[in-house]
């Protein structure tokens, strides 16, 4: 059984294709897909999208969401979770976090304003004893830093995945300190991936979650060169179809079967995504 931890299949880049995406995928063996939302206008239809699928979903505001988001977008999203804190399919807080990555995002004062959003969507997971799906990128030394603040003063939320994880071993086990697991996909296909493979391979077992973050970060086998795309080749969108290839590539790394991955990554998406692990719990049952 395989468990993509992080897949955007309301994106417009599916269209109507979404709901034969997601036929593929579970005929591929992805039994669960974790939707996160990304704006306040995605609520609605995360949640739609996963209990018409049998998936879980989690509510949130991107960092790359955050220079057109309101104030009134983050009462939504505590509306949200207040109005819908009993559904079990809503998993996690989440796609929430800061990236640093782009320059306009990474400068003043879109920098200030991605951290005021942060801190108020980790306040609010923690009041609803929720974990939350991380976006990590350019920034985990500084998300690291503030969720260390927040366990200070007893108020970190209940652990969380570091989504699309690219960085280094210490900042790693710094995530894994705090109660994190730390997503890989597709990134990790890529033969030049060296560090990010080196990770795969050494991390703990438990520290590894599954993802493919579609319809972005492509495998190495659907990916595109610059020089194709520049001369009008359109690179195909990810799906989490390709999970089962993309585990099968990273259980290599690991001197695994892809079925023991498999296993051992959907448990530890089971732990640290709690109602995730209890629908899975009695569906099996």
């Known amino acids: 059984?395989?468990?993509?931890?992080?897949?955007?299949?309301?994106?417009?880049?599916?269209?109507?294709?979404?709901?034969?995406?997601?036929?593929?995928?579970r005929a591929a063996g992805v039994d669960w897909c974790v939707l996160?939302?990304?704006?306040?206008?995605?609520?609605?239809?995360?949640?739609?999208?996963?209990?018409?699928?049998?998936?879980?979903?989690?509510?949130?505001?991107?960092?790359?969401?955050?220079?057109?988001?309101?104030d009134a977008d983050l009462q939504r999203l505590e509306q949200a979770l207040q109005r819908w804190r009993d559904d079990p399919r809503l998993v996690a807080v989440g796609e929430i976090g800061l990236d640093f990555f782009v320059p306009e995002l990474a400068a003043e004062p879109q920098r200030s304003r991605q951290l005021t959003f942060f801190q108020a969507q980790l306040a609010l997971a923690q009041r609803f004893g929720l974990p939350v799906i991380l976006h990590v990128r350019?920034?985990?030394?500084?998300?690291?830093?503030?969720?260390?603040?927040?366990?200070?003063?007893?108020?970190?939320?209940?652990?969380?995945?570091?989504?699309?994880?690219?960085?280094?071993?210490?900042?790693?086990?710094?995530?894994l300190a705090l109660g994190c697991k730390l997503g890989f996909g597709g990134a990790a296909t890529f033969d030049a991936?060296?560090?990010?493979?080196?990770?795969?391979?050494?991390?703990?077992?438990?520290?590894?979650?599954?993802?493919?973050?579609?319809?972005?970060?492509?495998?190495?086998?659907l990916y595109v060169p610059a020089a194709q795309r520049a001369a009008g080749q359109a690179p195909p969108r990810n799906s989490p179809a390709q999970l089962p290839r993309i585990g099968a590539v990273l259980a290599q790394l690991r001197g695994l079967s892809p079925q023991a991955?498999?296993?051992?990554?959907a448990a530890n998406a089971a732990q640290v995504l709690p109602r995730l692990g209890a629908l899975?719990?009695?569906?099996a049952a």
């Not at 239809?45 to 949130?60: K, P, T």
């Not at 391979?201 to 190495?220: C, F, G, S």
């Not at 899975?280 to 569906?283: A, I, L, N, T």
């Open 1 to 25: 059984m395989w468990i993509d931890t992080h897949c955007h299949l309301d994106a417009a880049e599916f269209g109507a294709d979404a709901a034969a995406e997601r036929a593929r995928a």
């Open 36 to 70: 996160p939302a990304v704006r306040a206008d995605d609520f609605e239809r995360v949640r739609a999208l996963a209990h018409a699928w049998g998936d879980v979903y989690a509510l949130g505001i991107h960092p790359l969401s955050v220079p057109q988001a309101t």
């Open 138 to 175: 350019r920034s985990v030394d500084v998300v690291v830093a503030t969720l260390r603040a927040l366990a200070r003063r007893g108020m970190a939320p209940c652990g969380g995945i570091a989504h699309a994880f690219n960085g280094s071993l210490q900042q790693a086990q710094s995530l």
């Open 193 to 221: 991936a060296h560090r990010l493979r080196r990770l795969v391979a050494e991390l703990p077992l438990e520290a590894l979650v599954l993802e493919t973050d579609a319809p972005d970060i492509p495998p190495q086998w």
């Open 261 to 265: 991955l498999a296993r051992a990554t």
């Open 280 to 283: 899975w719990r009695q569906h």
